[in-house]
Protein backbone atom coordinates (compact mmCIF):
# COMPACT_ATOMS: atom_id res chain seq x y z
CA UNK A 1 0.00 0.00 0.00
CA UNK A 2 3.06 2.36 0.17
CA UNK A 3 3.22 2.73 3.59
CA UNK A 4 6.93 3.62 4.60
CA UNK A 5 6.63 5.29 8.05
CA UNK A 6 4.89 5.07 11.18
CA UNK A 7 5.01 7.77 14.08
CA UNK A 8 3.70 6.26 17.71
CA UNK A 9 3.78 7.91 20.60
CA UNK A 10 5.57 5.30 23.21
CA UNK A 11 5.75 8.44 25.45
CA UNK A 12 7.99 6.18 28.44
CA UNK A 13 9.25 2.41 28.72
CA UNK A 14 7.97 2.20 32.33
CA UNK A 15 4.44 1.00 32.70
CA UNK A 16 3.66 2.53 35.42
CA UNK A 17 4.21 5.88 34.00
CA UNK A 18 2.29 4.67 30.62
CA UNK A 19 -0.77 3.67 33.37
CA UNK A 20 -0.75 6.96 35.11
CA UNK A 21 -0.98 8.55 31.74
CA UNK A 22 -3.67 6.01 30.60
CA UNK A 23 -1.73 5.07 27.57
CA UNK A 24 -3.47 2.42 26.51
CA UNK A 25 -0.22 0.33 25.45
CA UNK A 26 2.23 -1.71 27.62
CA UNK A 27 5.75 -1.30 26.92
CA UNK A 28 5.63 -4.66 25.59
CA UNK A 29 2.82 -3.58 23.29
CA UNK A 30 5.75 -0.80 22.14
CA UNK A 31 8.29 -3.36 21.60
CA UNK A 32 6.45 -5.92 19.66
CA UNK A 33 5.00 -3.35 17.21
CA UNK A 34 8.54 -2.29 16.58
CA UNK A 35 9.69 -5.48 16.09
CA UNK A 36 6.72 -6.07 13.65
CA UNK A 37 7.56 -2.45 11.79
CA UNK A 38 11.31 -3.52 11.38
CA UNK A 39 10.46 -7.17 9.80
CA UNK A 40 8.07 -5.53 7.90
CA UNK A 41 10.67 -2.42 6.25
CA UNK A 42 8.88 0.31 7.85
CA UNK A 43 10.60 2.88 9.60
CA UNK A 44 9.79 3.79 12.85
CA UNK A 45 9.31 7.41 14.62
CA UNK A 46 9.08 6.69 18.17
CA UNK A 47 7.84 10.05 20.62
CA UNK A 48 9.16 9.99 24.22
CA UNK A 49 8.17 12.84 26.42
CA UNK A 50 10.83 13.95 28.67
CA UNK A 51 9.62 14.76 32.49
CA UNK A 52 6.56 12.38 32.05
CA UNK A 53 7.56 10.32 35.23
CA UNK A 54 8.36 14.16 37.14
CA UNK A 55 9.99 14.67 39.98
CA UNK A 56 9.13 11.62 41.74
CA UNK A 57 10.24 8.59 38.82
CA UNK A 58 12.36 10.22 36.61
CA UNK A 59 15.26 8.06 36.67
CA UNK A 60 12.42 5.18 36.30
CA UNK A 61 11.57 7.05 33.31
CA UNK A 62 15.15 7.50 31.76
CA UNK A 63 16.09 3.88 32.90
CA UNK A 64 13.45 2.56 31.06
CA UNK A 65 13.14 4.09 28.15
CA UNK A 66 16.60 3.60 27.33
CA UNK A 67 15.76 -0.28 27.65
CA UNK A 68 12.66 -0.16 25.43
CA UNK A 69 14.98 1.82 22.77
CA UNK A 70 17.50 -0.88 23.51
CA UNK A 71 15.38 -3.94 23.15
CA UNK A 72 13.14 -2.94 19.69
CA UNK A 73 15.20 0.28 18.46
CA UNK A 74 13.43 2.49 16.10
CA UNK A 75 14.69 4.08 13.16
CA UNK A 76 14.42 7.54 14.97
CA UNK A 77 13.97 8.51 18.50
CA UNK A 78 11.48 11.70 18.77
CA UNK A 79 11.79 13.62 22.26
CA UNK A 80 9.91 16.01 23.38
CA UNK A 81 8.72 17.61 27.33
CA UNK A 82 6.06 17.49 29.12
CA UNK A 83 3.85 20.35 28.46
CA UNK A 84 0.69 19.63 30.69
CA UNK A 85 -2.37 20.94 28.41
CA UNK A 86 -5.66 22.54 29.87
CA UNK A 87 -8.64 20.47 31.01
CA UNK A 88 -6.64 17.43 31.72
CA UNK A 89 -6.11 15.61 34.64
CA UNK A 90 -2.42 16.14 34.67
CA UNK A 91 -2.29 19.97 34.58
CA UNK A 92 -4.80 19.33 37.45
CA UNK A 93 -2.10 17.45 39.60
CA UNK A 94 0.65 20.08 38.81
CA UNK A 95 -1.76 22.96 39.99
CA UNK A 96 -2.81 21.12 43.22
CA UNK A 97 1.41 19.82 43.78
CA UNK A 98 -0.14 16.22 43.15
CA UNK A 99 2.25 16.13 39.91
CA UNK A 100 5.94 18.17 40.18
CA UNK A 101 7.32 18.97 36.76
CA UNK A 102 10.79 18.86 36.27
CA UNK A 103 12.16 21.92 35.65
CA UNK A 104 14.65 23.17 32.68
CA UNK A 105 18.37 21.58 34.27
CA UNK A 106 16.21 18.45 35.40
CA UNK A 107 14.69 17.68 31.96
CA UNK A 108 18.47 17.87 30.77
CA UNK A 109 19.61 15.86 33.25
CA UNK A 110 16.52 13.22 32.24
CA UNK A 111 17.90 13.55 28.61
CA UNK A 112 21.88 12.83 29.44
CA UNK A 113 20.48 9.81 31.26
CA UNK A 114 18.11 8.21 28.97
CA UNK A 115 21.44 9.19 26.06
CA UNK A 116 23.38 7.57 28.56
CA UNK A 117 21.39 4.71 28.41
CA UNK A 118 20.66 3.64 24.85
CA UNK A 119 23.75 1.43 23.46
CA UNK A 120 22.01 0.67 20.23
CA UNK A 121 22.14 2.70 16.65
CA UNK A 122 19.18 5.25 16.74
CA UNK A 123 18.66 8.73 15.59
CA UNK A 124 17.99 10.81 18.01
CA UNK A 125 15.76 14.02 17.18
CA UNK A 126 14.61 16.72 19.35
CA UNK A 127 13.78 19.94 17.40
CA UNK A 128 10.54 21.06 18.73
CA UNK A 129 8.89 23.98 20.87
CA UNK A 130 8.35 21.98 23.63
CA UNK A 131 12.22 21.06 24.21
CA UNK A 132 14.56 22.87 26.15
CA UNK A 133 17.29 22.29 24.27
CA UNK A 134 17.76 20.87 19.98
CA UNK A 135 19.84 17.21 21.13
CA UNK A 136 19.83 15.90 17.64
CA UNK A 137 22.45 13.58 16.18
CA UNK A 138 22.86 9.71 15.57
CA UNK A 139 24.37 7.30 18.49
CA UNK A 140 26.31 5.79 19.23
CA UNK A 141 29.34 8.28 17.29
CA UNK A 142 27.56 11.75 18.16
CA UNK A 143 26.89 10.78 22.25
CA UNK A 144 30.15 12.83 23.63
CA UNK A 145 29.05 15.71 21.44
CA UNK A 146 25.64 15.59 22.38
CA UNK A 147 26.32 15.03 26.69
CA UNK A 148 28.92 17.81 26.44
CA UNK A 149 25.98 20.05 24.66
CA UNK A 150 23.76 18.73 27.41
CA UNK A 151 26.61 19.53 30.63
CA UNK A 152 27.23 22.96 28.86
CA UNK A 153 23.61 23.81 28.51
CA UNK A 154 23.02 22.62 32.57
CA UNK A 155 25.60 25.25 33.57
CA UNK A 156 23.30 28.39 32.13
CA UNK A 157 21.17 29.55 34.43
CA UNK A 158 17.24 28.26 34.53
CA UNK A 159 16.16 31.65 33.09
CA UNK A 160 17.68 31.34 29.85
CA UNK A 161 15.81 28.88 29.06
CA UNK A 162 11.89 29.04 28.07
CA UNK A 163 9.46 29.56 30.55
CA UNK A 164 6.88 26.90 31.97
CA UNK A 165 3.83 27.14 29.95
CA UNK A 166 0.66 25.18 29.57
CA UNK A 167 -0.67 23.96 26.44
CA UNK A 168 -4.08 24.74 24.62
CA UNK A 169 -3.81 22.45 21.59
Do not use: C
Request: charged content about 25%; proline content about 5%; overall charge neutral.
Amino acid sequence: AGLTRVHEGWESGADDILAAVKKGARRAVHAAASRLLREAGIELNAYVILGLGGQDRTREHARATAALVNEAPPTVLRLRTLVPKVNTELLADVLAGRFRMLGPHQVLEETQALLEGITVPVQVESDHYTNYLNVTGRLPEDRERLLDLLGRARRRPESDFRPFFIGTE
